[in-house]
């Protein structure tokens, strides 16, 4: 079964400094890899997927992500934060081969200090 | 885009009784509809998945006759959470794929339920 794995459930970043939200999956494929971010009362947004190709992917609102076949990993990052980009982030992967369901990590939690 | 809307956004019933949640893509047909749930300060899990015109398929742990789910049309599918109980409680998500692009989900702000 795959899995994901979120380690930090709280990161604390000040404004305008770099970021960097861990992910590691399990699965026995190449998987399909999203990243996701809820703000308070809404819905989630994709910010960015890996299906095949270029390993490092761009994304919405100046997010990227780097997919590491040798670390399991799909870690999502951005050079500067800003106070609205607050929010639960969460990590999730599809297998392939169909519309399946997604599964999601637990999510962190980022808090912007100013 | 692709927007996905959930109605109602807040409800909160009795124990004993049931509840329907909606599930509407606005804008495109949804080959497959997705039910997630969220406890709070936790990740989403995948409930049921379902398609137009199909039983939903459950996972694990997920009790069918519990939580009913029908996907009448390509645009509409509903959740129905029968003689609720206060461990319903929780933030009920719903997300569509087109069959175009079936790993690309969009999902509704979801719905949140209080039992009593």
């Known amino acids: 079964a795959q899995s994901v794995t979120q380690p930090d459930i709280h990161i604390t970043v000040s404004e305008g400094a770099s970021l960097e939200l861990r992910c590691n999956y399990s699965?026995?494929?190449?998987?399909?890899l999203f990243w996701y971010v809820q703000s308070p009362g809404q819905g989630l947004q994709l910010l960015l997927k890996?299906?095949?190709?270029?390993?490092l992917v761009q994304g919405i609102k100046g997010f990227e992500a780097e997919f590491k076949r040798s670390q399991s990993s799909f870690n999502l990052r951005k050079p500067s934060v800003h106070w609205s980009d607050a929010a639960e982030y969460f990590c999730?992967?599809?297998?392939?081969?169909?519309?399946?369901?997604?599964?999601f990590g637990k999510g962190t939690h980022l808090i912007i200090q100013p | 885009g692709a927007v996905v809307s959930q109605h109602p956004s807040r409800v909160i019933c009795k124990s004993g009784t049931s509840v329907k949640i909606e599930c509407r893509s606005l804008?495109?047909?949804?080959?497959?509809m997705f039910w997630y749930r969220q406890f709070p300060k936790q990740s989403l899990m995948l409930m049921a998945t379902?398609?137009?015109?199909?039983?939903?398929?459950?996972e694990q742990g997920v009790e069918k006759d519990k939580f009913l789910i029908n996907h009448a049309s390509l645009t509409l599918s509903t959740l129905t959470v029968t003689s609720a109980h206060p461990e319903d409680s929780s933030f009920y998500i719903c997300?569509?794929?087109?069959?175009?692009?079936?790993?690309?989900?969009?999902f509704g702000p979801g719905t949140r339920l209080t039992v009593t």
């Open positions: 997300s569509a794929s087109k069959a175009a692009s079936l790993h690309e989900q969009y």
């Open positions: 999730a992967v599809a297998s392939g081969g169909g519309a399946d369901g997604l599964t």
């Open positions: 699965y026995g494929a190449t998987p399909y």
């Open positions: 804008d495109f047909q949804a080959t497959t």
């Open positions: 890996y299906f095949s190709g270029d390993t």
């Open positions: 379902s398609n137009e015109g199909s039983k939903a398929t459950y």
